[in-house]
């Protein structure tokens, strides 16, 4: 299957030092002290990766490339701290986090960039338990950060999580290399290889931490159900023939049982989907999970996450505000945009939002890619359905972003419930750094 078809037929970590003591999750990450500070110091350093050569300096938060695990509890507090210790200025965005946007890091809009040597006090309660993740701001006229290190991964816990007998973290990532660009695997060249007791539960989060590339991910060995997309449960389903594929800062969560045989193996893989000299890249294991010791005790079936009680069952389209994006490609020229956004291109953002609407008001979006390129189009500050073309329903699950194959054309719809100025933009470095990214409002 092609990626194009795939999108199409979609329709344990290091922390910063703290003041008091944190503990570590057997599940991976670092679980945080509600009452102190994390910080984040971020350092220019040579990188060494195993199974790389060749490798450029990367600018990390903790010392790694796969960049802190934090882990807290819905309705727990986070403060960080983040030091910029690099000769370049530096904003944290807290992707798929429904935060105030003064911590959404919205360079243009509100949030001044942290300058070399400064530092700067984020504080914020996330309202959802989930899976995000943070990174650079991506800015025109600014190296891509993110690309170079600067992330990390944030897990907020539900009150009440499902039984697994493993949680398992992949962070993804194009990572720049003179002979192009290879992809991470927690930081590092490698595959993870875990083992497991035959029949054991697994809860397998998938972060595409790239500015570039959409991964397609595949699963064999067991069969897998999707729990969660965007750090927000969904209906339980299955991914078209395994494989589902992943824009940049995209989510997924998936829950499977590994097979009851010893010995037996299950494996995570990516898809080879890009050509190098005319010729498609090979797959690549990402996870290999074996199945070794006595069977473990029958358990229920796998069922759904709890909704967010939060986020509504149903969205009155008819009484939403809409606006159109109309997205083009314009001839490159040095230092000069190259999308037309609704018949404008520019580097500098609209002096004018896409939509203005009151807190509690419903948005339609329409998106149209009249370009060559797929396009990861993220809203910042809310979460979305994607709606069925024919406007008579949505998916069953939420998005912060929606991937648009080239010459497509996409409706989502959210309630704007938090208030501030928000960006949309594409979640393809070179896209947004070349003008592809808009803003709207929503006021009080």
């Not at 000069?336 to 291109?345: E, K, S, V, Y």
């Not at 993220?378 to 069925?388: A, N, P």
């Amino acid at each position: 299957m092609s990626l194009a078809g795939a999108v199409a037929a979609l329709v344990a970590g290091r922390s910063g030092s703290r003041a008091q003591a944190n503990s570590t999750s057997a599940t991976g990450g670092v679980i945080l002290n509600p009452d102190a500070v994390t910080r984040l110091d971020a350092r220019a350093a040579p990188a060494h990766i195993p199974g790389l050569a060749g490798s450029p300096q990367m600018i990390a938060l903790d010392g790694t490339l796969r960049g802190p695990v934090l882990r807290i509890k819905k309705g727990e507090p986070l403060a960080v701290m983040l030091t910029n210790h690099t000769d370049q200025p530096m904003t944290l965005q807290w992707h798929g986090m429904c935060c105030p946007d003064a911590v959404d890091g919205l360079i243009g809009l509100d949030a001044p960039a942290i300058v070399p040597g400064a530092g700067a006090s984020i504080r914020f309660t996330p309202i959802d338990s989930g899976l995000s993740w943070f990174h650079a701001a991506m800015v025109p006229n600014r190296t891509d950060q993110t690309a170079h290190g600067v992330r990390g991964v944030l897990i907020v816990d539900e009150q009440q999580p499902p039984t697994v007998d493993r949680d398992f973290l992949v962070l993804l990532a194009d990572w720049p290399t003179p002979g192009g660009a290879q992809v991470l695997i927690n930081g590092g060249g490698l595959a993870e290889k875990v083992t497991m007791a035959p029949g054991g539960r697994l809860r397998l989060r998938v972060v595409n931490g790239s500015t570039s590339r959409i991964m397609l991910v595949a699963i064999e060995g067991a069969r897998p159900f999707i729990i969660a997309i965007d750090g927000q449960p969904s209906e339980l389903f299955e991914p078209v023939k395994d494989m589902v594929p992943i824009g940049p800062g995209a989510r997924f969560e998936f829950m499977l049982d590994v097979p009851r045989t010893s010995g037996a193996t299950m494996r995570l893989t990516l898809r080879g989907t890009e050509r190098v000299e005319g010729v498609l890249e090979p797959d690549r294991l990402v996870l290999e999970v074996r199945t070794d010791g006595p069977v473990r005790d029958q358990i229920p079936p796998i069922v759904a996450l709890p909704r967010n009680p939060r986020l509504p069952p149903a969205i009155p389209l008819e009484q939403s505000v809409r606006a159109d994006l109309a997205m083009e490609q314009v001839p490159a020229s040095a230092g000069q945009a190259r999308w037309r956004l609704n018949g404008t291109a520019t580097l500098d953002l609209p002096a004018h939002p896409l939509l203005t609407v009151k807190r509690g008001g419903t948005v339609t979006l329409g998106f149209a890619n009249r370009s060559s390129q797929s396009i990861a189009l993220r809203v910042h500050g809310h979460v979305m359905r994607l709606l069925h073309s024919k406007d008579d329903g949505w998916e069953p699950y939420w998005r912060d972003s929606v991937l648009l194959p080239p010459q497509t054309s996409n409706h989502v719809a959210f309630v704007a419930d938090n208030p501030g100025k928000w960006m949309i933009e594409s979640a393809i470095y070179d896209q947004v750094a070349f003008g592809l990214r808009h803003w709207f409002e929503v006021t009080a």
